[in-house]
């Protein structure tokens, strides 16, 4: 009964090599936010999706992209990635008229 | 924007004593304040939030408490339990119509047998 998926739970990728995170999620929300969540640190967000209007965030490295086709999947593309971008990402989803985020279990990208 | 703070960074406490986390907000506006439990290598779990129209609200072990006056409010946990230990997240939501939360620096609470 999982409600939010993100895929693959773990990421190993090489220094400048392009990756994407995916996640998906059962509950039919409108909303659906990545974000980054570095050791001892809180989650920090880096964009969202209200339906198919995306909000990026002012701080967010031109680096990271996102793409939402459906309302079910939410894509996580990090162009380059560099040693400062391996951390835990995670997905969340928000419904219009709740206030819970809803996180997937994350995924841990490795950067070599 | 809005901006969240949390003291302490860290807490110990004995097990069955209780442990109180606080938050400040910046912005009068903000009027949804979660509570977020994430254990090691896991994921931010919801475990208590209130609104900005009630003072106080209280789920078994674990109590919140708003003062919108003062801008703060606070996650009391009572009995503690080796279960309890984690990090703790607060966070206030703007009004409605905006969906983002504005997350505190985090507390480790760790309970000591």
């Known amino acids: 009964d999982a409600m939010v998926i993100q895929n693959p739970r773990y990421q190993v990728t090489q220094f400048g090599k392009p990756v994407t995170l995916s996640c998906s999620q059962t509950?039919?929300?409108?909303?659906m936010y990545w974000y980054q969540q570095k050791s001892s640190q809180a989650p920090k967000l880096l964009f969202h999706y209200y339906d198919k209007d995306f909000n990026n965030e002012a701080d967010t490295p031109d680096n990271f992209q996102s793409r939402r086709p459906n309302t079910s999947f939410c894509f996580l593309d990090i162009r380059s990635p560099g040693l400062g971008d391996a951390a835990m990402y995670l997905c969340?989803?928000?419904?219009?008229?709740?206030?819970?985020?809803?996180f997937g279990p994350g995924t841990r990208l490795t950067v070599l | 924007g809005e901006n969240v703070e949390q003291h302490p960074s860290t807490l110990s406490v004995q097990e069955g004593d209780s442990a109180v986390i606080k938050c400040t907000y910046s912005d009068s506006a903000s009027n949804y304040f979660p509570w977020y439990k994430q254990e090691l290598g896991k994921r931010p779990q919801l475990i208590i939030d209130i609104r900005s129209n009630v003072g106080e609200k209280k789920d078994q072990r674990i109590a919140v408490t708003l003062n919108k006056t003062a801008k703060h409010f606070s996650l009391h946990i009572t009995e503690t339990q080796p279960e309890d230990s984690a990090v703790y997240f607060c966070a206030a939501r703007l009004g409605f119509g905006n969906e983002k939360l504005t997350f505190g620096t985090g507390t480790r609470l760790t309970i000591i047998p």
């Open positions: 969340a989803t928000a419904g219009t008229s709740a206030n819970e985020q809803f």
């Open positions: 509950l039919n929300h409108n909303v």
